[in-house]
């Protein structure tokens, strides 16, 4: 293999094959100037005004004359940048009225029509390529065992312990794939010992998969590896996406697009790029503000441009409830989203093969769902109710949550929930027992002597989980998660870090030496809370994007290294504690830039090579 340089933005090797036929004169970032732009190279003998000459007869086709010679090309221009770019000397490739995209699978038919109409293009179906078309196509090499084209990658492992663990393989999609769900998948369990369970990756989509060791399959791997990776060809004018997933196609036409927008072409090579975290996420509070469904759908079109591949919706917290429910319509707020319109939201998302992960945050934070039950408020010693909290030693509490978390697994087919935890404010005093006495004695009751309130709270923690149902990947927030006590939380519920100013913090670390799997939402980078209250200020893309990692899980310090494959992804957050500091459309504007540096950082963690001023001219081009 060719040695590589890192340049804009990309791995760029060294030795291309030079290729000597021009086809049409170079516009603006055509290859070799400017991002891939040709440089002052004879002008070749076809022109723009006729770009299918091979479709002429041909005694008038014009005849071949002179080589021309190309500059070697650049890396593409993108958002994330591609992680490696095999330069090559060509014309490269540009949309024109006779180009088609055209698929070699027809599982590819949406990827091919979302893109032949971005670019004004022709959709073609199933066809050979001709020049100047794109071509879309499985390579039905994923996983790497060559069980199933569609197939999960096997990041759910079995225990700590190496015992078997069960789950469905899922890609970054809704679709079902070809695979068979339930098959099991071999590979290490978490930490010692061995064990089999079914995998997922990143998605929707059923299959088998394999194991992995430390939670993080993706993280290790190459820009050409996993199921999200895809290659781009630029060749003879022909565009060529392949991959193993509907996904990585769908990012490889984001790549073109992307490229296509800020300079008007793409260039010639090759394209080998692949995350290098599996999650790449956005979370949306829309239930201290209520944003519209039109405006909600903007974001998953912005979020699927830039490679995103999770929405995140806290739709239930202390101000309101915003989604339509017909098992407790009494705990709907007035503003709300209809069923519909949340169907409407997932199904577009399913298209940009992004996964909607709902949250109804419990025990605390529950207040929407008190104000229509009232006999359910958390009471301390003295009878004063607790803000948000419900009674856990209640068993109506649970069968009402429970209830409402039924209702919305069918609204939300996807492969992740989050089930909150945060924030539950009878653990948030010095002495919990004293001031709950009445839940330390419904601990004892049901778990034992020796147990507390964390104990019961962690209980309610598992059965919130289990709730959701086996065959998904839930999360929690870190201060859900408890040190000591006599139960623990179930070792497959993954941890959402956002902060370490809670009562008894545990370092990142300690989760990550149990052997857990982490998602960053570090709130010192990634929290973009409207009116900045608590010492919250509005996150920067530059600050981001120069010195955040997805390493960096609390305040400004990474965890080691060895901890990298255990930490899935990130997301970025709009909090709304001040609902009125900012419209729906202060809010995008001002989130804009920190989630292209976010993307960025979770497509490649490494030190960008675009300067931050680069970035931010680039970003500028694309959205023009």
């Not at 000459?53 to 086709?61: F, H, I, M, Q, Y």
Request: hydrophobic share 35%.
């Amino acid at each position: 293999m060719p040695r590589a340089a890192l340049v804009g933005g990309g791995v760029v090797a060294a030795g291309a094959v030079a290729l000597t036929i021009g086809l049409w004169p170079a516009g603006p970032g055509g290859a070799g100037q400017g991002e891939g732009g040709r440089g002052d190279s004879k002008a070749p003998t076809a022109s723009a005004s006729d770009p299918h000459p091979e479709d002429r007869p041909p005694k008038d086709r014009p005849k071949p004359t002179s080589s021309t010679a190309y500059a070697l090309s650049k890396p593409p221009s993108t958002i994330p940048a591609v992680r490696e770019h095999t330069p090559a000397r060509g014309p490269g490739w540009r949309p024109d009225g006779k180009a088609r995209v055209v698929v070699g699978d027809p599982g590819l038919r949406d990827e091919a029509r979302l893109l032949a109409r971005e670019l004004r293009l022709r959709y073609g179906g199933e066809a050979r390529p001709r020049s100047g078309d794109v071509h879309l196509d499985l390579t039905g090499d994923w996983p790497p065992d060559g069980t199933g084209r569609r197939a999960g990658d096997g990041t759910r492992p079995g225990p700590a312990t190496g015992g078997p663990g069960t789950g469905t393989g899922r890609d970054t999609g809704g679709d079902t794939g070809t695979g068979v769900g339930l098959d099991t998948g071999t590979g290490p369990g978490r930490d010692t010992g061995t064990g089999t369970g079914t995998g997922r990756d990143t998605g929707g989509d059923t299959g088998t998969g394999t194991g992995r060791v430390g939670g993080g399959a993706e993280a290790g791997r190459g820009p050409g590896e996993g199921p999200e990776a895809y290659t781009l060809v630029v060749k003879d004018r022909v565009v060529r996406i392949t991959a193993p997933t509907q996904a990585g196609v769908f990012h490889g036409t984001r790549t073109l697009k992307q490229s296509v927008r800020a300079d008007g072409t793409v260039p010639e090579g090759v394209v080998r790029d692949a995350p290098a975290k599996p999650r790449r996420g956005f979370m949306l509070d829309m239930a201290r503000k209520h944003f519209s469904a039109d405006w909600i759908e903007r974001r998953i079109e912005e979020l699927g441009d830039l490679k995103y591949n999770e929405l995140g919706l806290h739709f239930s917290d202390d101000q309101a409830f915003r989604i339509a429910s017909e098992s407790h319509p009494e705990v709907v707020s007035a503003d709300h989203l209809t069923k519909a319109q949340v169907r409407r939201i997932v199904d577009l998302a399913a298209s940009r093969h992004i996964t909607v992960v709902p949250e109804i945050d419990s025990p605390g934070h529950l207040g929407a769902v008190l104000k229509a039950h009232p006999d359910l408020r958390l009471r301390n010693t003295r009878g004063a109710v607790t803000p948000g909290a419900v009674d856990i030693g209640n068993p109506k509490a649970a069968r009402i949550v429970d209830e409402l978390l039924r209702e919305y697994a069918e609204l939300f087919p996807g492969g992740r929930w989050h089930i909150g935890a945060d924030e539950y404010q009878a653990l948030v005093v010095r002495d919990p027992e004293a001031s709950y006495p009445r839940l330390a004695a419904a601990a004892r009751d049901r778990l034992g002597p020796g147990a507390t309130i964390q104990d019961l709270a962690t209980r309610w923690l598992n059965d919130r989980a289990r709730a959701v149902g086996p065959a998904r990947d839930v999360r929690a927030w870190n201060d859900g998660f408890f040190r000591g006590g006599t139960v623990a939380a179930d070792d497959d519920i993954e941890v959402a870090y956002w902060t370490g100013k809670e009562i008894g913090a545990r370092d990142p670390a300690e989760y990550l030496r149990e052997g857990r799997d982490v998602l960053n939402y570090n709130d010192e980078f990634l929290y973009y809370v409207l009116g900045e209250p608590n010492d919250f200020a509005y996150p920067t893309g530059r600050r981001i994007y120069e010195q955040w990692t997805p390493r960096v899980l609390r305040g400004t310090t990474p965890v080691p290294a060895a901890y990298d494959g255990q930490i899935l992804g990130g997301s970025f957050a709009v909090w709304c504690d001040l609902a009125g500091a900012q419209t729906q459309d202060e809010v995008a504007r001002g989130i804009g830039m920190p989630l292209r540096a976010t993307a960025q950082k979770l497509w490649d963690a490494r030190e960008p090579s675009r300067s931050w001023a680069d970035f931010e001219r680039l970003a500028a081009r694309l959205d023009g």
